[in-house]
């Protein structure tokens, strides 16, 4: 586990989120990927770190046996989920506040953390 997951689970914890057993800390917005900028700088325009409890959520492991749901970490941002993260916080920032952008990444957050364990991150922000 990276040095800014281990910043995003402490942040987490810190803000009163329960990590259960064998989950890691996922960035929404990826620290470090270049097709990830556009969110980032979202993110930077409102406040909000990269590395704070907003831009995170605990998601299971290859090692989490429980029924915890939530789609599997796996450490990587595929180009499909950042590009539909980058659209959604775009669309958020339409609205002009930082509370839209926030609200998107509970929602964000949300599906990820109820998706089935065997979602595919490619398509898990699609809209349908």
């Given at each position: 586990?990276?040095?800014?997951s281990?910043?995003?689970?402490?942040?987490?914890?810190?803000?009163?989120?329960?990590?259960?057993?064998?989950?890691?800390?996922?960035?929404?917005?990826?620290?470090?990927?270049?097709?990830?900028?556009?969110?980032?700088?979202?993110?930077?325009?409102?406040?909000?770190?990269?590395?704070?409890?907003?831009?995170?959520v605990?998601?299971?492991?290859?090692?989490?046996?429980?029924?915890?749901?939530g789609?599997?970490?796996?450490?990587?941002?595929?180009?499909?989920?950042?590009?539909?993260?980058?659209?959604?916080?775009?669309?958020?920032?339409?609205?002009?506040?930082?509370?839209?952008?926030?609200?998107?990444?509970?929602?964000?957050?949300?599906?990820?953390?109820?998706?089935?364990?065997?979602?595919?991150?490619?398509?898990?922000?699609?809209?349908?």
């Amino acid at each position: 586990m990276g040095l800014t997951s281990c910043q995003l689970g402490e942040a987490l914890e810190k803000a009163g989120v329960f990590r259960p057993e064998n989950t890691a800390a996922h960035h929404i917005v990826a620290e470090g990927a270049k097709n990830a900028e556009p969110a980032r700088k979202i993110l930077e325009k409102y406040g909000i770190d990269i590395n704070g409890a907003m831009n995170g959520v605990f998601l299971p492991t290859n090692k989490n046996t429980s029924n915890l749901p939530g789609i599997m970490h796996n450490g990587r941002h595929p180009n499909a989920y950042i590009d539909a993260v980058n659209d959604r916080l775009k669309m958020a920032d339409k609205i002009g506040t930082k509370e839209a952008i926030e609200a998107e990444l509970k929602n964000i957050a949300n599906i990820l953390s109820n998706a089935d364990r065997n979602a595919n991150w490619k398509t898990i922000l699609k809209k349908t």
